[in-house]
């Protein structure tokens, strides 16, 4: 029963995920907590994960935890008038690329296989006609039972995919087949299908025929010909955000502060040094441009008189530094700008405390219709990292986005900004 796709998938090729929208099925059984992980690896690759629990699912694993873990609201409920308001079952199985049921009881089996629908579940299964993957986990001798084995082969003769089940050592003491297959394994099925399937959609990319300008990396404030004021920052975020409009079709201006790492394809780089240098780099392309995303993290302060000659250290006490502020390369943009007007304008904002509340402050002071706020305070994101997790703040709230890769938060973000453009 183990399909092909686990025997073949490398765990590897999970860029495939990013961007992919999955609609992930929960119910009642006592592999339920594994979907923590399997979730966390899913949106660690990117992809858009819907939960829906069953009823009893909800014994296992909370609703909460899996918001948390997903960055949206978990759906149990069929006749859930408010929940019908925001996304219907219909609008939820059309929203769904693909969908996995992990874990599958040997009761949802046996009610998908009949074409039921008495759950929010069953149904968005039924309304759903995309590929289906289905993780079977139950105990074995419920695995062996014929009426099992029938409504299984029912599910493969309708197309769907079954992944498993393991055979091991079970939470109930048996021993044999009924294990649901692990995370990592289901994820590189998914992972396989999304790399073999075409390109997302026949739809026409969004940014095609755009223009995005995304400045990068620190800047560098020279305090004399040898000596500067820079920051950690590695560009790595925006250099991701840059390769990921180039392959959306945009056309990418690049404007980078000095960092080692290389242009994406595609991408039009601009190196610049000290915060001026941005400021007139940047409004060089604004006029043209559709998105302006600042990213570098550029220097609040330089020094007021750049010395002509190396400072000495002899015959000296001490030094002090004469800063003098830079301007706000984003917040200038928004003034000249106005409200609303063209081009979208997105703003960069490390945080280590209140982040939401900074950053809506941000958002209005600055005039920008996006602030994506991180928490450099966490040692495992941000600066010099792989990863990154964020919170978009736009036009509809703040929104907070589990961590992921920059590669992975950079498809993200561009589709939420997507819907801002101007016509
Ligand atoms: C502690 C406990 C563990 C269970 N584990 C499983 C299981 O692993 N697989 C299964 O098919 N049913 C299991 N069941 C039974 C299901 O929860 C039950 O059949 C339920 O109706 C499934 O509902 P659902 O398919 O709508 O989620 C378990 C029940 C209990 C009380």
């Not at 969004?206 to 020279?222: D, F, L, M, S």
């Not at 240098?277 to 940047?282: C, G, H, K, N, Y």
């Not at 800063?323 to 106005?338: F, Q, S």
């Amino acid at each position: 029963m183990v399909c092909a796709l686990l025997a073949t998938a490398s765990p590897w090729d999970m860029s495939s995920l990013a961007a992919r929208r999955i609609l992930l099925g929960i119910t009642g059984g006592i592999a339920a907590y594994k979907c923590c992980d399997l979730l966390r690896q899913l949106t660690g690759a990117g992809a858009e994960v819907q939960v829906v629990m069953t009823e009893a699912a909800t014994a296992f694993v909370t609703p909460l935890t899996l918001q948390a873990l997903s960055g949206r609201p978990v759906r149990t409920a069929l006749l859930d008038p408010a929940a019908e308001a925001a996304m219907g079952h219909i609008e939820l199985a059309r929203w769904a690329e693909v969908m996995l049921i992990a874990p599958a009881s040997a009761d949802a089996i046996a009610r998908l296989a009949q074409g039921q629908a008495n759950d929010l579940l069953s149904t968005c299964y039924l309304a759903f006609d995309g590929p289906k993957f289905l993780a079977p986990a139950m105990n074995q001798a419920m695995w062996r039972a014929p009426a099992t084995g029938r409504n299984v082969a029912t599910l493969e003769v309708d197309g769907v995919t079954v992944l498993g089940p393991a055979s091991g050592v079970q939470a109930c003491g048996d021993e044999g087949p009924g294990r649901m297959v692990e995370p990592n394994a289901l994820v590189s099925a998914l992972a396989a299908w999304a790399g073999a399937k075409a390109p997302t959609t026949t739809e026409p990319s969004p940014w095609a025929g755009r223009h995005i300008v995304i400045t990068a990396g620190p800047t560098r404030e020279a305090l004399d010909p040898v000596r500067y004021l820079t920051n950690r920052s590695s560009g790595q975020q925006g250099f991701a955000l840059a390769e990921a409009a180039a392959e959306a079709g945009a056309q990418v201006t690049l404007i980078s502060g000095p960092v080692t790492l290389p242009t994406p394809p595609g991408v039009t780089r601009v190196d610049v040094e000290s915060a001026l240098d941005m400021l007139a780099a940047t409004e060089a392309a604004f006029d043209t441009a559709d998105l302006v995303i600042a990213v570098a993290a550029v220097a609040d302060y330089r020094a007021g008189a750049v010395a002509p000659q190396k400072l000495k250290r002899e015959g000296t006490e001490g030094l002090t530094l004469n800063l003098v502020p830079n301007p706000d390369i984003i917040a200038t943009l928004g003034a000249r700008r106005g409200p609303g007007a063209h081009p979208v304008l997105v703003a960069f904002a490390a945080e280590t405390e209140n982040v939401v509340a900074h950053a809506e402050g941000k958002r209005s002071r600055k005039g920008v219709d996006f602030v994506v706020a991180n928490d450099v305070s966490r040692a495992d994101i941000g600066f010099n990292s792989a990863d990154n997790c964020v919170t978009v703040v736009g036009p509809a709230g703040a929104e907070a986005l589990p961590k992921m890769s920059k590669q992975a938060l950079s498809a993200q973000l561009l589709n939420r900004f997507a819907a801002a453009l101007r016509p």
